[in-house]
Structure formats: C-alpha cells, structure tokens
C-alpha cells in the first residue's frame, strides 16, 4: 500500500491547491482525481473562474495570483496576441465578462500542471488520474486509508495518509468514512437564516448541476448534431417557476418577478445580458492569426442547469469488489445517480440541438442557429463536452462552525463594508449568494454578501481527528455555500487544509486541538501569512 504523509482525494480546483501548500511545505503528497485532469472547476468542468471585484489588486491567495499571472503568460509565450493585447496587464483572452480572466481550460491544465511539475520532479508528489474513492477503511476516529477503483483497469487500489483531505466534488469520502456531514437546506428553525426554508431540513434541496459544453461559431451549419434520444422531453419541459419552456431565451429574476430576455448575441433595451460573450473563451479579435479562429464560449447558462433529482444520498453504498455497470461513468456508482447524470448531459446535448435547429433569433436573420458547434479540442473530449458535470454544491461536514447567512449578507450586516471578522480567520473571499434552482423545485435565491472570511472551525469536522474538507464541503450551510463554492474561495479552502494539516504533523496531534487553542490558531494564520494567504479585508470603504 502506497503511503504519504497527506492523501489528497480529489484533484480539483482545492486539491490542486492544497497539493502546492502541502508540497512547499515539505510533506510527501498523493494527489488522486477522478477523471484524467485535474483542476475540476478550473478545467475538467471547463467554467470559467468566477471572482470579485477586486482580484486584481487583493482578495486570494498569493499562489492564485500567480495561477492568474501564468495563464497570461501562457497566452503571450504561447499564441500569436496581438501586441495591444500581448502589452495588457489584464490580459482578458477571451474577452469574456462573467471574469476578468476567460481562458480556455487546456491552458488551466497546463498552468497547474506547471506549478506542480517542481514536486513531481523530486518524487515528493504523485498524481494519480482516474481514480475513483470506493471506500474507506476506518479505526476509531481516524482515517487509516482509501480504497480506489481505477477507472482504466477496474482493479481496487488503496493508498494511505498520516492526515486525509476530501477534496472531491460531492464529498464522497463523508459518507465512506462515518464522518457525521449535512445534505440540501437547512431549516430556518435549525440556523436562523432569512433564506432557509421554513419547514423541515430538505434533504433533497440540492442546486441543480450543469454538465457544460464549449461552443463554436462559424456561421456555416455544416457540423450539426443528431437529434438526442431526450430532445422532445427537454424541448416542451417547463419547471413551474419558469415564464416558458426551459430550452428558451426567457427567464424570470426571482425575486423581482421580473420576466427577462436572454439573447444569444446582441442586447435590445430590457435585456439581461448575452448568453455568448458571457463566459466567451475565445475572441478572434485578439490574435494575430483571429481570421482563422471561431469564437468560443462555455455554455453554462440556465438552460442547461439540471435540477430534476439530486446526484447525492440517491444510491446504495458500494461494498465489496462489485464494479457496477458504467462505471467510467464520472460520478456514478449507482443506477439512480448513473441515470440522473445522463439526462443532464441528454439536457445540454438538446440546448446545443435546439439552438441548431429551432431556437429564434434575434437579429435580422432567418432560421436558428445552424453556424454553432461543439469544440471537442477545447474539452479534451470526443464530443466538445467537459469531462465532469459542474457541482455546485456538496455533502458538508458537520463543523466546529457552521457559517450562515446572517455572518455573510449584506441586509443582516446594515452599514458594513465587510462580514464580522472571525478571530480564527484562515482566508478570505467575495461573491453573492448565488443559488441556482434545487433538486426538489425550489427556485433560485440570489442575494448580496459582503467580503467576508474563511473561519477555521469551518474546516475541523466535530469528531474526525485527521480528515479534512479541501473544497465545496467545509461548514457551511446550503445558503452560504452559495457564495463560498467559486473558484478564488476553494483554492483558498485547499491551501487551508493543507496547512492545518502539517501544523498538525509536525506537532503528531488531531486537529480539534489546533482549532481549540488561541496559540496554535495563531500559529496556522502565521504559516499561512507565510506562504501568502491573506486572513482579512483591507478598508474598502476608501478603495
């Protein structure tokens, strides 16, 4: 059995991550992923990372910065830009809006790959693709070691950590390992949030996941798709909340009521913003060689969030050496879960049909949309859709602390400029609670937060003494998570794990002890300060 003194399960976004901290830091790492790319969000998801305003400046990790400043890098060493663009700081290559930073997820792939070529040079590092967690074997409170299935060979293979970080998209090593965690909405009787619901706690009160794609356009109609085996399903569905069929431009804001266009180009008065230049990756305009280009963009748009049935809870747990049927399969090791995954892909392969073949205009135009395509050498896919389904929320631990709304929200916090500040701080982020409609009807709760902080206690499960959430399933509630999943705040939750847990090596203690000391508290902000994360706000009222 191979052994390391931190097992990393998961190689998304937070794994790769806090395999950098856990590297610099001088422990030995097994990094294991799921499909063969690691990064998650970053890459294998192929969305583009969602920030704040003022990631430029401040407000990440000092290795996210550099993770930005390479991928421009990347593009100006790599690409024939133009040099108006080549010369620009904020180098924005695919002029895309939802970031600053609109990139393709091969350059993502590279860039972190780069970053954690030094560690894998000395052997202090192994990453080990198409790995899927199976189980656990656990002693008492401690996780001992995993058991993978490999996806390429069907075999079982276990690997062993003095501390394990669960990095996986859903969570998956929570309910392996006995470790007491939480699923869908809390109830409003349970954690006092003016979003939570009003009854009892919705198991099954999950935002919806995407299985994105990237689309091309060249205005010739000549690579379109078959009609996929669900289109009639999809093209008449209408969730009860929607103004129309959900395979439409129309969308209603939630909380105005208000009924909005989405057009795929340009805007007219009253419209919301462009599906296209959205999350465009690709803008021809900015390269020298642009005349042999077709725009990009990733189609992560609410006509494809899929929010039928939750992924989670839904199967049986796998026991013995079974292997079940498809299980290359991402994500599924269940029937129930196997199914709802392929109709979220049949979802978005009848967007891209629909736009096609049936989708109005709105421009002068006749038709549909025949010059879009998909982009299987943008996916590393054979059919231009990502390798894994984009989750927005997972199983969560049961923390030391839970954050809620009222620590986060801008209408609980009047007259603040930032969140209350937690003394265990162990990093920062911005965004708005942003949740997308749920796995049992409810619909989409968007509201506005103020920069706030990653407390500690959020980290440390209530009883496990040496596993560690890494990503989307540290102590927060289905609201909160809505503002803590994006991409600048899970790196930072990775390269947090990772220090706590060789706080916790070095001293050969459970980290319930690090997180109940002022001292050794204190300690972690120090190494963390040290290697460049950053633990409050500045004054934004003066910026």
């Given at each position: 059995?191979?052994?390391?003194d ?32 690691i ?40 690409t ?37 070529h ?18 656990a ?11 993978f ?97 959900l ?12 009924i ?20 465009q ?14 725009p ?27 292997v079940p049927?498809?299980?290359e399969?991402?994500g ?10 392929n ?10 049909y ?28 054979a ?10 929320e ?10 809620k ?48 902080e ?46 706590i ?8 203690v ?16 120090q ?7 950053e ?5 934004l009222?003066?910026?």
């Amino acid at each position: 059995m191979a052994k390391a003194d931190i097992l990393i399960v998961g190689g998304g976004t937070g794994g790769a991550a806090a395999a950098m901290m856990a590297c610099a830091l001088g422990h030995s790492v097994i990094l294991t992923e799921e499909t063969d790319w690691i990064g998650g969000q970053l890459t294998s998801q192929i969305v583009p990372p969602d920030e704040h305003p003022w990631i430029e400046r401040f407000g990440c990790t000092r290795r996210y910065r550099a993770y930005r400043t390479q991928v421009r890098d990347f593009y100006r060493s790599h690409t024939f830009l133009k040099a108006r663009h080549r010369m620009n700081p904020e180098l924005n290559p695919g002029s895309g809006w939802v970031s600053k930073l609109c990139h393709e997820p091969r350059v993502g792939l590279a860039v972190l790959n780069q970053m954690l070529h030094p560690f894998l040079q000395t052997g202090q590092l192994q990453i080990l693709l198409r790995r899927k967690p199976h189980s656990a074997d656990v002693q008492g409170d401690l996780v001992r070691s995993v058991r993978f299935l490999n996806l390429e060979t069907g075999d079982f293979e276990s690997y062993e950590g003095k501390f394990v970080l669960d990095a996986t998209e859903l969570g998956d090593l929570l309910p392996m390992t006995g470790t007491e965690y939480v699923v869908g909405a809390e109830s409003k009787s349970e954690t006092c949030e003016p979003n939570a619901v009003d009854g009892p706690a919705e198991w099954d009160n999950v935002q919806g996941i995407t299985w994105c794609f990237a689309l091309g356009h060249d205005h010739k109609g000549e690579r379109k798709i078959e009609k996929p085996e669900q289109y009639d399903k999809w093209k008449s569905w209408q969730p009860p909340f929607w103004p129309g069929p959900l395979l439409g431009f129309q969308v209603l804001h939630a909380h105005t009521g208000i009924i909005r266009e989405l057009p795929l180009y340009g805007r007219k008065p009253g419209d919301w913003y462009a599906l296209f230049p959205y999350r465009q990756i690709i803008d021809p305009q900015y390269f020298e060689n642009g005349d042999r280009m077709d725009p990009v963009t990733v189609v992560n748009w609410p006509q494809n969030d899929y929010f039928e049935g939750t992924i989670m809870d839904v199967d049986p747990m796998p026991s013995g050496d079974f292997v079940p049927e498809g299980f290359e399969i991402p994500g599924a090791m269940g029937p129930v879960s196997a199914s709802r995954l392929n109709d979220a892909k049949q979802l978005s392969l009848s967007l891209l049909y629909w736009l096609q073949n049936d989708a109005p205009r709105h421009d002068d135009a006749t038709g549909s949309y025949p010059g879009v395509y998909a982009r299987p050498d943008i996916t590393g896919t054979a059919d231009g859709f990502a390798k894994y389904p984009y989750i927005r929320e997972a199983r969560r631990i049961v923390a030391q602390y839970v954050v809620k709304e009222q620590d986060v929200a801008a209408y609980t916090n009047p007259g603040k400029d930032r969140a209350p500040s937690f003394e265990d701080s162990v990093g920062i982020g911005s965004y708005r609670i942003d949740l997308h409609p749920s796995t049992n009807g409810a619909n989409t709760i968007d509201t506005s937060t103020l920069p706030f902080e990653l407390p500690m206690r959020s980290l440390i499960p209530v009883r496990a003494k040496n596993l560690i959430p890494a990503c989307k399933n540290i102590g927060v509630t289905h609201i909160t998570n809505g503002c803590y999943r994006l991409h600048p705040v899970e790196w930072n939750i990775g390269e947090s794990a990772a220090a706590i847990a060789s706080i916790a090596i070095n001293k050969d203690v459970p980290i319930q002890s690090l997180s109940e000391n002022s001292d050794t508290v204190a300690e972690v902000q120090q190494l963390l300060e040290s290697q460049g994360v950053e633990l409050r706000w500045p004054a934004l009222k003066a910026i």
